[in-house]
């Protein structure tokens, strides 16, 4: 259980146009999703925390017209690369929050591959 | 603010050596501490976890113990595996997860 995906795992672009990047849970609804990149060989930064039905909450820096941001359901959550530029190639993962008994766990997609040509 | 320190790595173990990575954390509150892995080209799997004192996580051979009092969370496996070489992060969750830095793990044969 506790089953994240992220479609697609690859996306190659070029630059000025925009992408698209879905993040499922599969077995579990999460009303918080957390959007993460992570440079070679670093750890991964938060860029914002997703909530359903809401506006995503952006941390300092992360521009949020360029990385909008949706919400839309209790298993999706998208985050789109506007006018997309090479600096922005990057692996991009996204996690879902399950919240229950005992400790809110956030559990990881695969990821996804960002090259801006 | 919350933060995690994370022994630096890479690391490089044979087979069927002892692991140990080490892991602190400052935290206003009592949070709960976790042990994530990611191996090459893939997301965040998480390996293990605690959410108060003294409880331990185990999963796969690995083990961690929350340590209030040296407010640590060190991971350690007593026979690593080729299979275990990956990229370890330790992370604290108050509402945010905060990350370590990570440490290189390679096992070699």
């Known amino acids: 259980g506790a089953v994240v995906s992220q479609h697609p795992s690859r996306v190659i672009c070029k630059s000025g146009t925009s992408v698209k990047i879905e993040c499922r849970s599969l077995d579990f609804q999460a009303t918080t999703m957390f959007w993460y990149r992570q440079f070679p060989k670093k750890s991964l930064m938060l860029m914002a925390t997703s909530n359903e039905g809401s506006k995503a909450t952006y941390e300092q820096g992360v521009e949020k017209d360029k990385f909008l941001i949706n919400h839309a359901s209790l298993t999706l959550s998208t985050l789109t690369v506007t006018s997309a530029h090479p600096e922005d190639s990057s692996f991009y993962i996204c996690?879902?929050?399950?919240?229950?008994?005992?400790?809110?766990?956030?559990?990881f997609g695969p990821g996804t591959r960002l090259t801006v040509l | 603010g919350d933060s995690v320190t994370q022994m630096e790595g890479p690391v490089t173990l044979s087979e069927e050596a002892f692991l140990t990575i080490n892991c602190t954390y400052t935290a206003t509150g009592y949070p709960s501490l976790f042990w994530y892995v990611q191996y090459p080209g893939e997301g965040l799997q998480l390996l293990l976890k605690?959410?108060?004192?003294?409880d331990k996580g185990s999963n796969k051979g690995f083990e961690a113990t929350y340590r209030k009092e040296t407010t640590s969370f060190h991971l350690e496996k007593g026979s690593v595996q080729v299979s275990d070489s990956a990229v370890y992060f330790c992370a604290l969750n108050d509402y945010k997860l905060s990350f370590g830095a990570g440490t290189t793990v390679t096992v070699r044969a």
């Open positions: 605690a959410t108060k004192a003294d």
């Open positions: 996690s879902a929050r399950l919240s229950g008994t005992g400790t809110d766990t956030q559990y």
